[in-house]
């Protein structure tokens, strides 16, 4: 071994040679690559194909044009001259109008986006799936899961209001709209032209284009160029910068989900890192003496380098193609789920394939070191010296001290009301977080003694498996890790999520202290709409509240809106604690307020039919957006006849909302005028977004989770591996197979428990860190701490019957060698 050829190839085959005579060794390893390789390639294919199918939502309407003019407000007949001009260019084959608006459906305190069906078929980007296409302008179609969401089906009727017009509206067809993730995020729908075009029509459109398809005879720019000669100032594009504009316009939503799949490969690489780096460091001493057989025989530092180098190397490329083909399959499982093409970004997946490579290659780097430095007659002992049982070092003590304490010092930051509050925040747990793992050596064993000092009285077993956890710091902290850092993802996660959602309702309670309002425009409702409304399932209790119409005032324009003056019954349905509505002051919702233009505690004049008050407003989102809340006996000076107008009504713990719009639809759909309202909408699309939202990203951590615990698997059975001689001594002094496993069962346990102990702790305070980041972030108000006992109970009982069943096969294998075989291994 003189010539670099000669000490260069020989390493390489002595590495292969010992992954090949060893499998079950790195198995594990494979396993986690191969999990982590395979999240990332699944995550880089799902949402190619998810972006692919979001872009074309975007610009769907547009796809099949080669011209679009966007026209600006004017009367339909202007529209059709314009399009009469337009067909008549030279290469233009068609030109067809496409209309936009948006509004209300009443009964649903929700809005549809509606959009006029083209003329021409070969526009038409979507496929019926039940019914037809609209042909009048009382006449519409909704996608499936729009259909869905209100309760409706073929034939059944809707009503859309905006701030226009009303129309009652037949359903004739669905139409399919896909299962991708960012599908049902909106409502769409579909209407006849005409339902903006009709001579009688007053509905608005909010954006309308003309389509214009070429005959090919011109190419596209300069169709758009002899398009642009006639089209008077309007804007003019050609269908693909027509889609640019719009993708560079929308909020690309689907990149959310595209960071949070990163974010938590990231975190799956990051526990398979730290497994990897723990198999080899024992794997390392389990092959001292063949390390030294090795050194002793000529074989330089650099060699035995190179030669783990090429074993990770070897099998991270194994990990990372099976991974890539899980991964893979994967994706086409979910394709054929979600009903789309499976798109595999070949350059994407090659790079999370080498990023596989990497790691591996990455995580040997220590054990390596380690390796390399094993003296030729200290490797040969028949008994490991203390490489492999060394205490935290000095430096690596401090290290990790100043780690945390300047973590610690960012989060502190972080609460403070900074521009930068979620960087210091998140930049902080991350850095707080790598030294509380980097320093596990260190306040791992002292929690050790103590968990196990009351179980060192059982008996004899239990004192050999406490010792034999206190006795190897190395093997403890390198168990104890995966653990602790599955069960902290997991219970920040649960942490953070409960406190969102505490936090949350707690504002939105503030923003929609109603559950249900049902308010006339103008005049009384009818007397049978209360008693209608208690009679939908999932209503508590229903009571009326008297409004006025008033003429508002405060310094700008007068404002027409409605006064209500909500009485003690009214009073009681309000979800959030409120103070009695006094005589001496008006409540105004901020947004109207900031509308006209007037500070809160500024005196107002509100004038009604019977009188007038000036009052110091405040701002209160009691009030409804349109109107003023007063006292009742400030409202009998404004209209002494105010009758019964609007009716307040608070919903059932746990009722089926999508069941309850769909019958307050139905109650109301019959009163001219009538407007549903209130905050039952909104923490339902807020609730249902996070229940989502927390069921994914748990599924994502369970990836992680998995990684943990097949480390903590493999770990324990090459401990058992490295224990070997140990196991035969106490075998030959009289241990029955029986108290051995048991002794491995209660070193994992011990490891298992205090392992989930202080991920607990660590998550709980890193999810609060991150649900006060994201709550001050989002603006939110009383940010408050919350977390689910009987699921942080559920993690500590999963954490620790997985650490016993870990130690199954270990345990099962290190019981069937008798003493004298045991003691001949080498």
């Given amino acids: 071994m003189t010539t670099g050829r000669q000490t260069r190839f020989p390493m390489a085959r002595t590495a292969l040679t010992e992954l090949r005579h060893n499998p079950r060794r790195v198995i594990a390893v494979v396993v986690a690559i191969m999990i982590s390789v395979g999240y990332l390639t699944a995550s880089v294919t799902v949402l190619a194909g998810e972006t692919a199918a979001f872009e074309r939502s975007v610009i769907a309407r547009t796809a099949e044009t080669d011209v679009v003019v966007t026209v600006g407000t004017g009367d339909p007949a202007a529209h059709a001259r314009l399009v009469a001009r337009i067909t008549e260019v030279a290469g233009v084959a068609s030109a067809d109008l496409s209309f936009l608006s948006r509004g209300r459906v009443t009964g649903s305190s929700e809005y549809v986006q509606q959009q006029s069906v083209p003329a021409n078929p070969g526009l038409r980007w979507t496929d019926l799936t039940e019914g037809r296409w609209p042909g009048t302008p009382d006449e519409i179609v909704l996608t499936t899961l729009t259909a869905r969401q209100l309760n409706l089906g073929v034939g059944d009727r809707i009503t859309i209001n905006d701030s226009n017009s009303s129309a009652t509206l037949t359903v004739t067809g669905l139409t399919h709209e896909g299962n991708q993730l960012l599908s049902g995020l909106a409502q769409f729908s579909f209407v006849a032209p005409s339902f903006y075009s009709a001579a009688d029509s007053i509905h608005t459109s909010l954006q309308t284009e003309i389509l214009v398809i070429g005959d090919g005879t011109v190419p596209q720019d300069r169709l758009a160029e002899d398009v642009e000669a006639v089209a008077g100032g309007n804007r003019v594009e050609t269908s693909s910068g027509f889609a640019q504009r719009k993708m560079s316009e929308k909020t690309q939503g689907v990149f959310i989900f595209q960071l949070l799949l990163l974010v938590f490969g990231a975190v799956a690489l990051l526990v398979g890192s730290i497994m990897i780096v723990n198999t080899f460091l024992i794997l390392v001493a389990q092959r001292r003496r063949q390390i030294g057989l090795l050194r002793a025989v000529g074989a330089q530092r650099g060699q035995i380098q190179r030669g783990l180098l090429v074993e990770a190397a070897a099998i991270g490329a194994i990990g990372s193609l099976l991974g890539v083909g899980l991964g893979v399959a994967l994706s086409a499982v979910v394709a054929v789920v979600l009903g789309g093409p499976l798109t595999v970004p070949a350059g994407q997946v090659t790079a999370v394939a080498l990023v596989g490579v990497a790691i591996a290659v990455l995580s040997v780097l220590v054990p390596a070191r380690r390796a390399a430095v094993i003296a030729p007659l200290e490797a040969l002992r028949t008994v490991a010296g203390d490489a492999t049982g060394r205490r935290t070092s000095l430096v690596r003590r401090t290290g990790s001290l100043a780690m945390v304490v300047l973590g610690l010092a960012a989060i502190g930051l972080g609460f403070a009301d900074t521009a930068f509050a979620l960087l210091y925040s998140v930049a902080g747990s991350f850095v707080c977080a790598v030294g509380l793992l980097s320093a596990v050596g260190l306040y791992l064993p002292a929690l050790l003694r103590g968990l196990g000092s009351t179980l060192r009285r059982t008996g004899p077993t239990a004192r050999l498996a406490t010792d034999n956890t206190l006795r190897n710091p190395g093997r403890a902290a390198a168990t104890g890790a995966a653990l602790m850092l599955a069960v902290g993802l997991v219970v920040a996660l649960q942490v953070g999520a409960a406190s969102m959602k505490a936090t949350a309702d707690g504002n939105l309670d503030a923003r929609f202290p109603v559950d249900v309002t049902v308010s006339m425009f103008d005049g009384p409702l009818p007397a049978r709409a209360a008693d209608d409304i208690a009679a939908v399932a999932g209503i508590a209790d229903v009571t009326g509240v008297r409004s006025a119409r008033v003429t508002f005032e405060g310094g700008g324009k007068p404002k027409r809106v409605r006064a209500l003056g909500p009485d003690a019954d009214a009073m009681a349905l309000v979800s959030a604690p409120h103070p009695p509505i006094t005589a001496g002051v008006i409540l105004a919702d901020p947004y109207l307020l900031s509308d006209a233009g007037i500070r809160a505690g ?225």
């Fill in 602 to 826: 500024s005196p107002v004049t509100v004038t009604g039919r019977s009188g007038s008050v000036t009052l110091p407003v405040e701002a209160d989102h009691l009030a409804p957006a349109d109107a003023l809340i007063v006292a009742p006996r400030v409202l009998s000076t404004l209209d002494g006849d105010a009758p019964v107008g609007t009716a307040w009504a608070k919903a059932r713990p746990g009722a089926d909302i999508t069941e309850l719009r769909s019958q307050l639809r139905t109650v109301v759909e019959p009163l001219t005028g009538a407007e549903v309202g209130g905050g039952l909408s909104a923490k339902y699309v807020y609730h249902t977004a996070l229940d989502r939202l927390l069921a994914l990203t748990t599924m994502l951590l369970a990836v992680a989770v998995l990684i943990a615990l097949v480390g903590v698997g493999n770990t324990l059975g090459l401990s058992v591996l490295e224990r070997t001689r140990e196991s035969a001594l106490l075998r030959a002094l009289g241990l029955q197979r029986r108290q051995l496993r048991w002794m491995l069962a209660i070193e994992a346990a011990l490891l298992s428990l205090v392992g989930a102990a202080v991920g607990i702790a660590a998550g709980t305070f890193f999810g609060w860190v991150g649900a006060h980041a994201v709550s001050g972030q989002l603006n939110l108000e009383n940010i408050q701490f919350a977390m689910s006992v009987p699921q942080t109970l559920g993690v500590t009982v999963v954490a620790a019957v997985a650490g016993v069943l870990a130690s199954v096969l270990p345990g099962r294998r290190a019981a069937r060698a008798t003493p004298v075989d045991a003691l001949a291994e080498t």
